[in-house]
Nanobody
């Protein structure tokens, strides 16, 4: 298990931007693929974006392509999600997650084993 702590959520208006951060503890952050997921009230947890351990392979959900960017800083042990042109449909609790593998195959949650507590993002219309 990798301790993870998200930050950066908040209440914004449609069209605004936010950047989420996820700080990881431990010395092996650069060995793990990482991902962002979200869960809206009454809905299942969905994959948003994932990134390989080296940062060269990224996957995005269709709903966020062109608006969200996932990145990581393996020196700072931090994962980021830059969210632009936010929509009310993006309202959810956002979770970061770590995979025991260096590369994952997409945005499915089943490849991830460590989870943060989540940060709320609310987009008003």
């Amino acid at each position: 298990q990798v301790p993870l702590a998200e930050s950066g959520g908040g209440l914004v208006q449609a069209g605004d931007s936010l950047r989420l951060s996820c700080a990881a503890s431990g010395r092996s952050f650069s060995n793990y693929a990482m991902g962002w997921f979200r869960q809206a009230p009454g809905k299942e947890r969905d994959g948003v974006a994932t990134i390989s351990a080296g940062g060269t392979i990224r996957y995005y959900a269709d709903s966020v392509k062109g608006r969200f960017t996932i990145s990581r800083d393996n020196v700072k042990n931090t994962l980021y999600l830059q969210m632009n042109t936010l929509k009310p449909a993006d309202t959810a609790v956002y979770y970061c997650a770590a995979s025991p593998a260096a590369v994952v195959s997409g945005t499915s949650a089943h490849e991830f084993s460590s989870w943060g507590q989540g940060t709320q993002v609310t987009v008003s219309s």
